[in-house]
């Protein structure tokens, strides 16, 4: 009986690695589709996040007849205001910070968002931007090779 052991082999077979890969290869090709959806849905709650900031500051502003400054840069967004009386301003002294609903003043792009070009809006107490307006502020993706635009009129103040 001895001489009828036979060896016992370990590892796999090249049906199960084939197997295996292909598998791996069919659930690749359905999650890198929704994998960019993902970073496509995070740019445009980005954009809404970044309106709906200088909607708010304009809305400050006349709510406690302030000047407020919302400035934009490449990956931020950042409100703050002006404690003084509204007559006294001048342009460039939002010193003070303003909270935002969220409890913070600053608003941070996600990875691979940037903005263009770095501006800084001034609403005046009656919500009418001072300066920084017209613009039109660009929101690029290169994960997904998107952008969008937001646009503040400069009479009124409104973002579309």
Do not use: W
């Amino acid at each position: 009986m001895k001489g009828l052991q036979s060896k016992v082999e370990a590892g796999f077979t090249l049906i199960e690695l084939v197997s295996v890969m292909s598998l791996i290869g069919i659930m690749a090709f359905f999650a890198l589709p929704k994998l960019t959806q993902v970073m496509s849905l995070q740019s445009a709650g980005f954009k809404d996040q970044v309106k709906g900031t200088i909607d708010y500051a304009r809305k400050i502003a006349v709510a406690q007849r302030r000047h407020v400054c919302v400035t934009i840069a490449a990956s931020t967004v950042t409100v703050t205001s002006d404690k003084g009386l509204p007559v006294n301003h001048t342009n460039g002294t939002c010193a003070s910070t303003l909270l935002l609903p969220s409890g913070l003043n600053v608003v941070t792009a996600p990875t691979g968002v940037t903005m263009s070009p770095a501006v800084v809006l001034d609403f005046d107490a009656e919500g009418r931007p001072v300066t920084g307006a017209p613009a039109t502020i660009t929101l690029t993706n290169a994960s997904v090779s998107q952008s969008s635009t937001l646009t503040v009129e400069s009479e009124s103040g409104y973002v579309h």
